[in-house]
């Protein structure tokens, strides 16, 4: 005799079976999203090409990713940036389309003058798409970035940022050039124009860029933040490593420190070794 099992249902009322059936169906569109999002990141060969020496760590926290990096060419200026969007995820992955969209639009349909005039036009484009108008009620959705504009010609490094940093080793020593406490949209406080900063690099410099992600993660041994002196240290520490050893030293010690802890939030770091054109 065939016997009619019912369907077990949980506490909402909705079936086992069509639960898992609507988690596969979102997984499969995140990884999707997550193949879209991918395609509009520079490409390895383009990393490698314009960044000859260099290393990524992108890890995002899930299929998709509020941080995104950023490589542009245009005359003898070279453009890099990486950023970190409110959010992670599906809300931090639509922020991080509209990043690159924008700085991609600046940078090639544009003439900005230095790394702080693009973060001006970027904060407006980010404020008015997202019809910011610094009313308390609405959301403070923004960008946190590091960016970094090389004249390849005079070896001029060009520097602006919304509160992310940017490491320069030189000689052993590390330079920390510190961005403007705001975010490319809208601030708490008065909105001011950002900040260039400007050095030399030199041949076998090392320029590191980095989001948060790394350095908020818990773990170790009393399962505390890694925070920023540290991270400058081990920085100093593995810059005299070839650049492909020293992403495995990230990596070790960044899953070495996690443990058995959830990851916080997307993880991206990018260094490169300069080289002056001869």
């Known amino acids: 005799m065939k ?6 249902k949980n506490k909402t009322g909705v079936s086992d079976q069509d639960l898992a059936r609507n988690r596969k169906e979102i997984n499969e ?3 999707y999203a997550s193949y879209i999002q991918k395609a509009l990141l520079p490409s390895p060969q383009t990393m490698k090409k314009s960044l000859t020496e260099h290393f990524l760590i992108f890890l995002p926290r899930e299929i998709v990713s509020g941080d995104f990096y950023f490589l542009a060419q245009r005359k003898n200026q070279l453009y890099v940036a990486i950023a970190d969007c409110t959010g992670h995820g599906v809300p931090g992955a639509f922020m991080s389309i509209l990043g690159l969209t924008f700085l991609n639009e600046i940078i090639h349909h544009g003439n900005p003058p230095s790394a702080a005039a693009v973060l001006n036009q970027m904060r407006e484009k980010v404020m008015n798409a997202m019809q910011q108008t610094g009313d308390d009620e609405e959301q403070k959705d923004g960008i946190d970035l590091a960016l970094g504009v090389v004249d390849i010609e005079t070896n001029q490094f060009n520097y602006a940022g919304a509160f992310n940093p940017v490491y320069i080793v030189k000689k052993n020593r590390l330079l ?3 961005g403007d406490k705001m975010p490319v949209g ?3 406080d008065e909105e001011k124009p950002f900040t260039d900063h400007y050095c030399e690099l030199d041949d076998g410099d090392l320029v590191y860029f980095f989001t948060d992600g790394f350095v908020d993660q818990f773990g170790g041994p009393h399962g505390k933040k890694f925070k ?3 991270f400058r240290s081990l920085i100093l520490t593995i810059s005299s490593l070839p650049i492909h050893k020293q992403k495995e030293k990230l990596m070790g010690i960044f899953n070495d420190w996690k443990g058995n802890l959830q990851q ?10 300069y080289h002056r054109n001869n």
Not at 264 to 273: E, K, N, T
């Open 3 to 8: 016997v009619n099992i019912p369907m077990q």
């Open 264 to 273: 916080l939030d997307d993880v991206l770091l990018l260094g490169w070794r």
């Open 228 to 230: 920023y002196q540290p």
């Open 176 to 178: 920390e050039m510190l």
């Open 186 to 188: 809208i601030a708490a």
């Open 29 to 31: 569109s995140l990884r």
